[in-house]
Nanobody
C-alpha cells in the first residue's frame, strides 16, 4: 500500500529556514517523480518543486534560489530545503508521487501535508 508521510513543518520567522521531508513506502520509489505542492488558506494548491527518478529538477519561479529539492533513493525520501522564507510561503505543504505501479498502471499518491507558517 502506497504511503507518503511529510514531516518538518513548523512556525518560523521571516528569513528563517526549514527542511521538509517526504518518506515514501509501497511505491517504486526509484522511478517515481516526487513533487512538492502547497496550499495556502483560501487558495488553490500550487506546484512548488519536483525531482524525477533520474534527478531532473524544476521549481516554481517564486521559490527559485531559495528552495532546494533532493532525494535519497536508498532511504526513499525526498527533502525540500527552504531558505529565506517569506510570509507568502505560509501554507500546508504536500508531497506527491507520480509513479507506475507493479501492474503497469500510472498512479498518483498524496501525503497528508505538513504546515509551514512564516511570520514577520
Amino acid at each position: 500500500q502506497a504511503q507518503l508521510v511529510e514531516s518538518g513543518g513548523d512556525s518560523v520567522q521571516v528569513g528563517g529556514s526549514l527542511r521538509l521531508s517526504c518518506a515514501a513506502s509501497g511505491i517504486r520509489f526509484d522511478i517515481s517523480t516526487i513533487s512538492w505542492y502547497r496550499q495556502a488558506p483560501g487558495k488553490q494548491r500550487e506546484f512548488v518543486a519536483w525531482i524525477t527518478g533520474k534527478g531532473d529538477i524544476d521549481y516554481t519561479s517564486s521559490v527559485k534560489g531559495r528552495f532546494t529539492v533532493s532525494r535519497d533513493n536508498a532511504k526513499n525520501t525526498v527533502d525540500l530545503q527552504m531558505n529565506s522564507l517569506k510570509p507568502e510561503d505560509t501554507a500546508v505543504y504536500y508531497c506527491c508521487a507520480d509513479t507506475v505501479d507493479l501492474d503497469g498502471r500510472r498512479a498518483r499518491y498524496w501525503g497528508q501535508g505538513t504546515q509551514v507558517a512564516v511570520s514577520s
